[in-house]
């Protein structure tokens, strides 16, 4: 175990922060016995403000069409292989209403940014919908970049969170996982309305993005400290065989794992989900996840017959499965280490 890394892990236990300096020092030289000891004092934090509880989100994947090209994503608009779909209102609100059954209180509806369908008055009826049929719910939104009026619009139709990850706060690094159309400063503003519009926000990055450096993930702890967002969403990156970046290598399993560990320590009572993606790259990576520090899940409630097209990266799991599948099978993973989940909206305190 590397001394220096295990005293900055009780640092940022004790003060909540650490320089850039230290962050870098933590990512050049962790190694497993650090992770492991991460793990623990993550644990600790989670059961003492959540205790065994693990909070379930439901995931509506309502179109899979997108104006972007980012370089990592399956559903960038270059990508002439992939199956484009879009639900229906009515599909939409029959997902909700099947997972409200299933013990769902939180949905997130999450697509491409497919803007000229989608439009945001057809998104404010769609909350709306959602929310006059289940009162008791919290609504979750993940459209990418919108401008700040529409998202005014949705936080006034009913709109309780928002989930856009950062991806790097590195301006430099972004620019080679983004063509040059898109913007940094376009996506951190976005960011930034909507922590000012009242919205539950989640950041977050994919460890391992091609051309990351500990550099950049100082950065980024950095920007989480600063920003303080409800949520982080953070997965390995993951390649996508009809992307530019097919042939780079996935992200580190036990490196996602640390930075969960690192986000629970310095963010105690964060919203923290080990996602699909972990637990793509490692059979149980989720259950890996809740014992590094998260605290949330987010299966998937699409339609089955859409539930493969929706593919951000190779080998995506839970595609063959229905809603009530995933939702028992994830029951009893979270049995099976001590773990229950709960039947609540689970709003940030
Ligand atoms: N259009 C929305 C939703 C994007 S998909 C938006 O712009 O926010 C949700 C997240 O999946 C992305 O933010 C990205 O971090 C992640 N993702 C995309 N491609 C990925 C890949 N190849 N491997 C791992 N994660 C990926």
Redesign the pocket.
Known sequence: MSKQVRSLIDKLDRDKTLSKAEWVTVFDNWDEDDRAYAAGLAREISQSVFGNKIYIRGIVEFSNV?K?D?L????RRSNTNAQRYRLTDEEILHCCDEGYEYGFRTFVL????DYAVYTPERMAGIVRSIKAAHPDCAVTL????LERDALALLREAGADRY???H?TADKEHYQKLHPAGMSFEHRMNCLHDLKDLGYQTGA???VG?PYQTGECLAEDMLFFAEFRPEMI?I??????KD?P?RDMPK?SCELTLLLLSLCRIMLPDLLLPATT?LGTIRPDGREQGVLHGANVIMPNLSPSAVRKKYL??DNKICTEDSTGECRFCLQNRMKSIGYEIEITRGDHR
């Not at 999450?110 to 940014?113: F, H, I, V």
């Not at 997965?235 to 996508?240: A, C, D, I």
């Open positions: 997108c972007n980012c990592y994503c399956g559903i999450q697509s491409g940014e993940s459209l990418g970049e989930l856009l990850r991806e977050g990055i994919m993005s969403g997965g390995p990156f993951l390649p996508h992307t970046f992200g993606a951000l990266y």
